[in-house]
């Protein structure tokens, strides 16, 4: 499998996050990296599978408004978290970090702070991981509410790729890596909503992309199926000279909830 951008995401060495063997160092380092492919099938690597990020974290696609299990399961939890905190101090920190990572009381939600938000549930012993990392004795939360775990660290591996490939997507066209050559408008609408877990509204996204000079037409039409057939665009290569961040600018033009 090749693939169509490949960057180098974080070097990660806590200690205890992996189980340590007989001779083995305390500390086990890890480099992740991050890389772009369009789906193929069947897949050309063994033992490998197609997964969907939104298993691991539930409370990130708002791409059919508010996930449920935030004010389900997640609020109450980090509530009584945040309570339970040894000082005054630390139970108005607690209840900071949930405002500003869950969009609480009104505050917008960012979905930039994916690793924030999946720290704070670790924190508050809200994942499983804290409960096989020993940090605490059994879970706050069921396990449905907080997503399918990972081996050792790996949830917090992939939170951060997330984290970084929705930031970059503001100011590197990296999205079009995993578009074909020739796409229609309303596929790259729905890559750019399966990244960053936000409903878009279509006429509004499509006024975004052609402001920002970064498509440009074909001049030719999608195979025809059902329905009328969709103009066919391509990524608009010179907006790399054109600009420094040629990146998709979200900004308020989403669908409010």
């Not at 059994?138 to 917090?156: I, N, Y």
Request: aromatic share 10%.
């Amino acid at each position: 499998m090749g693939f169509d951008y490949a960057e180098q995401l974080y070097t990660f060495g806590d200690r205890g996050r992996h189980l340590i063997g007989a001779g083995e160092s305390s500390r086990v380092v890890s480099v992740g990296y991050l890389a772009l492919t369009r789906a193929i099938e069947p897949l050309q690597a063994p033992d490998t599978d197609w997964g969907g990020w939104y298993n691991y974290f539930p409370w990130e696609d708002w791409r059919a408004g508010r996930p449920p299990v935030i004010q389900q399961a997640i609020t109450p939890a980090l509530t009584a978290f945040s309570r339970a905190g040894s000082s005054r101090a630390q139970v108005e920190q607690r209840q900071t970090r949930a405002r500003l990572c869950f969009g609480l009381d009104g505050l917008v939600w960012n979905e930039e702070r994916t690793l924030e938000r999946y720290e704070l549930l670790y924190e508050a012993g809200l994942v499983a991981e804290a409960v096989y990392d020993g940090r605490v004795p059994k879970a706050r939360s069921s396990e449905a509410a907080a997503g399918t775990p990972m081996l050792f660290d790996h949830r917090r591996i992939l939170a951060t790729a997330i984290s970084r490939l929705r930031g970059k997507m503001k100011y590197r066209p990296v999205v079009f890596d995993l578009m074909p050559p020739a796409f229609t408008l309303l596929a790259l609408q729905r890559t750019v909503e399966a990244i960053s877990g936000i409903r878009l509204h279509k006429q509004n996204f499509r006024r975004l992309v052609e402001e920002q000079g970064l498509v440009e037409r074909t001049g030719k039409l999608s195979p025809s199926g059902r329905g009328r057939p969709a103009e066919l665009f391509r990524f608009r290569r010179e907006v790399l000279n054109e600009r420094h961040a040629p990146g998709l600018r979200l900004g308020t033009r989403r669908t409010g909830f």
